[in-house]
């Protein structure tokens, strides 16, 4: 595992420093080099991330991590020793060099906005602020129909302008955008990639996102993490009317914030549900998320980037996720990639029986894919694999490899964040292998 030929076309590596002082350690000079152009050169020259969204093959498997920014990487932590979580998210220059950190050390295919999924909550009322060593609270929870219905929706210009902010600067120093409204007037691209649009050589794609109605109204109504959901349950339970007045006003915002965080620059669009699965079964999820998830993703595909809906634990009707429409399906780690695959194949099997036998003959529920039309699906290493020898890393990432039975339409990631406690080295590891095993099983390595 070498990884060191991957240096970025043109560049050997990504701006430094953009703001809120150098990071740049030795670590962080050699690992410039090791920033990769998504796909090297000659036919893969395109971003291969992009590629894979829309099933197109490619040189390699694309790879790139959720939570790849954050408390892992020691040049983070320095960082969030001088400011707090909400500041560095606050400031386009602080969150825009968080995000580029982990691509300067690592070969990654993809970027992702550095932000959270709660902050479009504070700007519809809510006290929010992220608890040391505890994690994201809310000051004052809703509790009765009344807090809902003094909830604003305020646009993303207003609430969410440093992110906004933050992506277009991001996109700028990438090469990437997807040409949204913004991206013909972006300014072009650093010395990396002077004019480069979304897809050509030497872009790296920014992933924007927000968080899908059903996990931010859960922290809206539990005042933060849950075992149970039992407020939020029985909110949903026993006011069903007002709990779609809460995923409207929810699904109004965060369509807002994405559709802006695509014309900065953003090249593809991520939906993260990471608790309906885990509390919610079928029929609920049919009643009291989908409906309201679905209509997000139908709102943002006005936006013509991919987009990417992450759920966790919905294993058992996997296939309610593929309606919702998306182009791409984040699955955890708790299923086998290969009966994710089956159970997406039997989805769009059924779409297509229901178009009349023709496959693209129509829409799906949710969003913009054609039914019939598989989506690519993303994932699914267990987090806690990269806190394994380097011998049992590899063997499972050959076990998600191996499950995707050579489909196209494959991104590599993990089933959940990294955790805090991983060896940067071990996601280098990773990267590497990803790229190197995947380009030898094609013949280009
Ligand atoms: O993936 C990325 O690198 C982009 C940035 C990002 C963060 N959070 C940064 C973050 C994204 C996409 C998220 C999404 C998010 N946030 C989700 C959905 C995905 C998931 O992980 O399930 C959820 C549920 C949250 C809410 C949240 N934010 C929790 C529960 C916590 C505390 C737990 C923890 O890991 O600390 C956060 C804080 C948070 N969000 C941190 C980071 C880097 C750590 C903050 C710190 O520095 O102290």
Redesign the pocket.
């Known amino acids: 595992m070498s990884g060191n030929g991957k240096t970025r076309a043109a560049s050997g590596g990504l701006p430094a420093g953009a703001g809120g002082g150098s990071t740049a350690d030795g670590a962080g000079a050699a690992a410039g080099a090791r920033a990769s152009a998504a796909g090297g050169a000659g036919a893969a020259a395109r971003s291969t991330f992009l590629a894979a969204c829309r099933r197109e093959p490619v040189a390699h498997t694309p790879i790139w ?7 892992y990487l020691p040049e ?1 932590r320095a960082l ?1 020793e001088k400011h707090s ?1 909400l500041d ?1 998210i606050g400031t386009p220059e602080l969150a825009a060099e ?2 580029l950190q ?1 691509l300067r050390r690592f070969a990654l295919d993809a970027a ?7 902050p479009p909550l504070r700007g519809m009322g809510l006290d929010l602020d ?1 608890v ?1 060593g505890e ?2 609270r809310i000051g004052n929870p809703i509790s009765r129909t009344y807090d809902i219905d003094v909830l604003g929706t305020p646009p993303a210009a207003e609430i969410m302008a440093p992110s906004i902010e933050a992506a277009r600067i991001v996109a700028r120093e990438l090469g990437g955008g997807a040409g949204g409204d913004a991206a013909a007037d972006r300014p072009g691209g650093g010395e990396a990639a002077a004019g480069d649009r979304s897809g050509a050589a030497g872009a790296i794609p920014l992933i924007g ?1 927000a ?1 899908a109605p059903f ?1 931010l109204a859960s ?1 809206a109504i539990e005042g933060g ?1 849950s075992k149970d959901y039992a407020k939020t349950k029985a909110l949903m339970y026993t006011e069903p009317a007002a709990w779609k007045r809460l995923m409207t006003k929810l699904v109004t915002v965060q369509a807002d914030y994405l559709l802006e965080q695509a014309r900065a620059g953003a090249s593809a669009l ?1 939906v ?1 549900d ?2 309906c699965g885990i509390a919610l079964g079928p029929t609920a999820y049919d009643r009291f998320i989908a409906p309201h998830t679905n209509a997000l993703i139908s709102k943002i595909s006005s936006a013509g980037v991919p987009t990417i809906l ?1 759920t ?1 634990g919905t294993g058992a009707y996997l296939e309610r996720v593929v309606a919702s429409g998306a182009d791409v399906i984040g699955v955890d780690h708790r299923i086998d990639l290969a009966v994710a695959w089956e159970a997406v194949e039997r989805a769009v099997a059924a779409e297509r029986e229901a178009a009349g036998g023709d496959a693209a003959a129509g829409t799906t529920s949710g969003g913009s894919r054609p039914a019939g039309v598989p989506p690519s699906i993303q994932g699914n290493l267990d987090p806690l694999a990269l806190q394994a020898p380097p011998r049992e890393l590899r063997a499972q990432v050959d076990a998600v490899l191996e499950a995707t039975g050579g489909r196209a339409g494959h991104i590599f990631n993990l089933g ?3 955790q ?1 406690e991983t060896d940067p080295d071990a996601v280098a590891r990773l990267v590497d292998y990803v790229h190197e095993r995947t380009a030898e099983s094609r013949g280009a390595g």
């Open positions: 991590l959720m939570r790849q920014a954050g408390r983070y969030r979580m560095m968080v995000t982990p992702i906005l550095f932000s959270d999924i709660l992220f040391p994690g994201p996102f968080g996990t922290y993490g991520m993260f990471s608790w992450y966790a959940h964040g990294v805090r």
